[in-house]
């Protein structure tokens, strides 16, 4: 289900809005959707990525791309 939402912005905003938006061949509702929903996806990864940095400074082992090519017998 979908919800609507409403936001107030600045004219000078809202002006980059439609001509980024027109750019992109879309209109500025759905661009709108598109930058906000790739900002949560960036979020997310970012968040994944401290993660891993975490387990890392923890101990975590690591190997390099060298290492899990012979583990998985895929050398050349």
Sequence with gaps: MNKRVTIEMPDEMMKLVEEYAAEA?????????DVIEQHLEDLH????????????????????????????????
């Design 45 to 76: 990864d970012i968040a994944l990525a401290e993660a891993a940095m975490e387990r890392i400074r923890k101990g975590e082992p690591t190997y390099t791309l060298e290492e899990v090519k012979q583990r998985l017998g895929l050398e050349d």
């Design 25 to 33: 061949g879309a209109a500025p509702d759905a661009y709108v959707r």
